[in-house]
């Protein structure tokens, strides 16, 4: 469904991405995971179209959309949710939610966006029982809630999920990640996420990439990469895991 090919992204003299290619198929949810300054951000921006590569393609759906910008991704299905929420702090949870749909409100028919919403709060009950609230009066994890919801309502086809878990507690990030796999379970969504949490992340994932010095140094699936000796030295300190990965 999405795949970049040989991406060079450049800050000036600074290579953030050298020569990087990733795929996400349909359905599937694929981590990407590396420490800070690796260029997992970068890698994100450049396929949702915020910022243009210097060398290398991305296609979507076999169309080359390497030279599309971040309105235009959208509107084709892919959907950046960015690192730091960047929510509306004084507008209320179901405000923020219906900026999502910004793209494709003027063509709803009466009722659809309100069907959106209720997938949503279906997804999030927090969120439907606080949709008057304001969202900067919301917990960390209530926002990053939000922050996937407003997300949702793009009607996306290939989701972007920027470092979701960054500050929260483990158990919220576990129901984080329990509602992106039902998500895809029920949806057929495909999912990329980056995440510093390479252990939970992996945990989910079908298939990943681990990236060091703005390059991918190892890809496979998600248990793979848990059992791989270089990434367990890098992320995990210890030996490959015992048990099956779960989300309880």
């Known amino acids: 469904m999405l795949e970049a090919s040989n991406l060079v992204v450049r800050y000036g003299a600074v290579t953030a991405l050298d020569n990087v290619s990733v795929q996400v198929g ?4 694929v981590t990407i995971v590396g420490s800070n300054g690796v260029g997992k951000t970068t890698l994100m921006r450049s396929l949702a179209g915020m910022m243009l590569p ?48 910004l793209h494709w409100h003027r063509k709803a028919v009466k009722g659809e966006i309100q069907g959106e919403l209720d997938k949503c709060y279906a997804l999030f009950p927090d969120l439907g029982r606080r949709m008057a609230q304001r969202a900067g009066t919301l917990s960390g994890g209530q926002q990053q809630m939000v922050a996937v919801g407003r997300g949702l309502m793009s009607r996306p086809t290939c989701l972007l999920l920027d470092e979701p878990s960054l500050g929260l507690a483990p158990l919220v990030i576990r129901q984080i990640f329990r509602s992106l796999v039902a998500l895809r379970d029920a949806t057929g969504l495909s999912i990329v996420l980056v995440e510093q949490d390479a252990e939970a992340a992996l945990r989910i994932a079908d298939r990943g990439y681990v990236m060091q010095r703005a390059r991918v140094v190892l890809s496979g699936t998600g248990a793979a990469l848990r059992a791989d000796p270089l990434t367990r030295e890098i992320y995990f300190g210890g030996s490959a895991p015992t048990r099956p990965p779960n989300l309880k």
């Open 54 to 101: 210097n060398a290398g393609s991305i296609s979507f759906g076999g169309v080359d959309v390497t030279r599309m910008r971040a309105h235009q991704m959208i509107r084709r299905g892919v959907v950046l949710v960015p690192e730091g929420r960047h929510l509306f702090a004084d507008l209320t949870v179901a405000e923020n939610l219906r900026l999502g749909a």
């Open 26 to 29: 349909r359905r599937e949810i």
